[in-house]
């Protein structure tokens, strides 16, 4: 994303930056996700292809604690799932109360995995607290499906979580932006109750899609009322539409809640593309979401998601990071490790396809009025 033209580009590439990163945490990412192996590792690369690691503060991550996961998950969800971990214990008939299964399959080491994933949001966000950075980055959290006391979605902790409930300990309204094709039930479900936290979610929302939440009319609860914002949207959606909607609520959003710092998650399964084959974005029209955010110069924690085209994910989150620093960056892809994933035309562009957009402007006009009506 060329800065040239912005009236407001002075944020863009001034911000420090700090991106969580270390070997092994690449690797435990690789190993556990059977749903996308090896992707934390592409994004890795990719982004080091592109130069851009010097323009970083690289910070390596802990391991969250016990301690430190039952901020928010229950002790005995922990417990189970680190009962179950030791010996990949698929066959335990307490796991499916858990949530345990069928898209969150018990294997041997997944609460290392877990506790690695939540540990680098927790790391992130201490980053932000300490002023080491105004951006701080995790490309391979952004697991927004998990529940206090249940794996869902792929997602068996919810760093998101985490990472809001740190960063409340300095910051007294912290908000979070979801992006992702899905909703973001599992962060909605946490901070339903409180207006400390505001959740706002885009996501596709139709009959049988999981995971079946974020109607307009859900709203949040008690004292929760009016802080969840949902934004249902239909197939097909574009760059240009997308952007149109989503200023249009953030704006509204930012008047009347007043964050002092965010988390914004950027699941990468909106992309044209995905094997979803719901909304038809692009990196550059995501790119323009964030720089929205990231124009507030407000304390940003930014997290992956989704992303199931593993090269097109990739190009997206390392555009967004060359977005964040205010770099423009060639359209050839560099020769790197997983160069020959990026065939036929070796681009970091992603074009979208010629789906119809199934978001009637009437409908979106409406979905926009009733949410700013709320």
Known sequence: MSCKGDSDNDCRGKQRVAYVYSPEYTEICDTFLSKVPNRASMVHSLIEAYGLLQHMSIVKPHMATIEEMTQFHTD???????????????????????????????????????????????????????????????????????????????????????????????????????????????????????????????????????????????????????????VPLEDGIKDDRYYQVFTSVMQEVRALFNPEAVVMQLGADTMAGDPMCSFNMTPVGVGQCLHHVLQWQLPTLLLGGGGYNLANTARCWTYLTGAVLGKTLSSEIPDHEFFTEYGPDYSLEISPSCRPDRNDTKHLDQVIRTIKGG
């Not at 949530?99 to 201490?126: K, N, R, S, W």
């Not at 105004?134 to 990472?163: Q, R, T």
């Not at 207006?195 to 979610?201: E, F, G």
């Open 76 to 230: 005995a969800y922990l417990e189970h799932l680190h009962k179950i971990s030791q010996d990949g214990d698929n066959d335990d008939p307490q796991s499916t109360d858990y949530g345990l299964g069928y898209d969150c399959p018990v294997v041997e080491g997944i609460f290392d995995y877990a506790a690695a994933v939540g540990g680098a949001t927790l790391t992130a966000a201490q980053c932000l607290l300490d002023h080491k950075c105004e951006v701080a980055i995790n490309w391979a959290g952004g697991w927004h499906h998990a529940k206090k006391d249940e794996a869902s979605g792929f997602c068996y902790v919810n760093d998101a979580v985490l990472g809001i409930l740190k960063l409340r300990e300095k910051y007294e309204r912290v908000l979070y932006v979801d992006v992702d094709l899905h909703h973001g039930d599992g962060v909605e479900d946490a901070f339903s109750f409180t207006s400390k936290v505001m959740t706002v979610s885009l996501h596709k929302f139709s009959p049988g899609f999981f995971p079946g939440t974020g109607d307009m009319c859900d709203t949040g609860l008690g004292k929760g009322r009016w802080y969840a914002v949902n």
